[in-house]
């Protein structure tokens, strides 16, 4: 069954070809879409395109398929092309003439449209509960192990002393930041497109605002060739907010796999959680965190592939949006796997103390030196200077003591602001109106 099916049956080889992935991915979709035909139909019924007792019959029968979707009785059967046919097909099975009276005033379209921005929202919600999880994670570990100090490096050689403290304390910041772009995202993916229909609108009277405030949407995507050009658009802006935290996790586990190396020797993990070799058996690998930085830098990939896939395309609906269904959803369990896995093995890691004692730290407090003389009052070109020759004679000794106050600095890691300014972020996203309005439309 297609919702396009005429008198003629297409090609097989077309439509292996077309359809693609799509039953698989639309499973994705499925419950989004019985929420977005519930909204819709209660509109048709304020308008005079359904009568009360069809209404009451066809949400009742929607609330079905939602629970089965939920309790994963739903398929999407062989031969139909799509989560929105198959919808329509289980109604007019159940329901008879009823459930061919869903599809008034809309477009699989604009049903798409709205399905991935309910869709989008949804995942938004998740990846803000499992970054939550990381930041607290990454805090936590930030002042259990603030005195623990590490060298820090500019150029890959040997630079100031940094701490555990500031080098967890940084991806928890960096996590603040990526939730304030993954807001824009959010903000752009809670508007409403249905009603749009094909893009140019409908000849019925229908009533938009109605849909926007039943499915608890912020806002409508007004003029209908805009909604219809969200398509693609919508997935890129997410994409570049996923692009972002796969970048902070990216540098993550760069880190800790130079870290867990002999040659730096900062951190480990409990043998079960990493892996061995077949021949070598001295080997602990960190194979979780090299996987988390090869599919960090995959979701990374993911904007720019959408903005390919749509750049050089006019107004209007066209398959090559099809494409993107794949790469979007998977880069969106792939990203949530990696912020699971992440925490896991953070909250597990184990810390070497007394890094800083061996010798080829031996000039890692050298500008601490430098600003010492400075503070006795010699000028700072000077104290250099000083500092560098002997260096370079080898009559420099070492002071491992440090006293850094400023904000952020070692002495003073300010994790109760960052955590403030975390907070603010989280507190943006407005997710109690959107769970209100589903459970409203499943009451």
């Known amino acids: 069954m297609k919702l396009w099916q005429k008198d003629f049956s297409i090609d097989k080889k077309i439509e292996n070809f077309t359809v693609g992935r799509d039953r698989e991915l639309d499973m994705e979709l499925a419950p989004f879409d019985v929420l977005g035909s519930i909204a819709h139909i209660t509109m048709l019924e304020s308008i005079g395109l359904l009568t009360a007792a069809e209404l009451k019959t066809l949400v009742k029968a929607l609330q079905e398929i939602y629970k089965e979707i939920e309790e994963g009785n739903f398929t999407i059967e062989d031969g139909i092309e799509d989560v929105h046919s198959q919808v329509e097909k289980l109604l007019t099975e159940r329901l008879g003439d009823t459930g061919k009276k869903i599809h008034s005033g809309r477009s699989r379209n604009d049903q798409v449209l709205v399905d991935l921005k309910l869709y989008m929202r949804s995942e938004i919600k998740v990846l803000v509960e499992l970054i939550n999880e990381l930041f607290s994670t990454l805090i936590h570990k930030s002042e259990q192990f603030k005195d623990v100090l590490i060298p820090g490096y500019t150029h890959f050689q040997v630079a100031m002393p940094s701490s555990f403290g500031l080098w967890f304390g940084a991806y928890a910041e960096s996590l603040a930041d990526d939730l304030l772009v993954l807001n824009s995202a959010f903000k752009v993916s809670n508007q409403n497109p249905l009603g749009s229909a094909a893009g140019y609108g409908s000849s019925f009277p229908l009533n938009r605002t109605m849909t926007t405030e039943l499915l608890g949407f912020e806002d409508l995507s007004y003029n209908v060739v805009y909604a219809q050009m969200g398509r693609g658009k919508t997935e890129k802006t997410l994409a570049f907010a996923m692009n972002s935290i796969a970048g902070t996790l990216e540098k993550m586990a760069m880190d800790v796999t130079l870290y ?113 003389e400075v503070l006795k009052g010699t000028s700072f070109r000077d104290a250099y200077k000083n500092i560098g020759k002997q260096i370079g004679e080898g009559t420099y000794v070492d002071k491992t003591d440090i006293h850094h106050t400023h904000e952020g600095s070692v002495g003073n890691l300010c994790n109760t602001q960052i955590t403030e300014k975390f907070e603010r972020v989280k507190q943006s996203f407005d997710f109690g109106k959107m769970d209100t309005a589903i459970k409203k439309l499943l009451s």
């Open 260 to 372: 867990m190396n002999q040659n730096f020797g900062f951190l480990t993990f409990p043998d079960q959680l990493t892996t061995g070799s077949s021949i070598m058996p001295h080997k602990k690998n960190p194979d979780v965190f090299e996987l988390v930085r090869a599919k960090s830098n995959k979701i990374m990939a993911l904007a720019n592939e959408i903005s390919l896939i749509t750049g050089n395309l006019p107004s209007g609906y066209h398959r090559d949006f099809q494409l993107i269904k794949e790469s979007f959803i998977d880069g969106l369990k792939d990203l949530k796997d990696c912020l699971e896995i992440s925490n896991y093995m953070l909250q597990h890691i184990i810390i070497k103390d007394e890094i800083i004692k061996d010798s080829r730290y031996k000039y890692l407090f050298s500008v601490e030196a430098v600003n010492d």
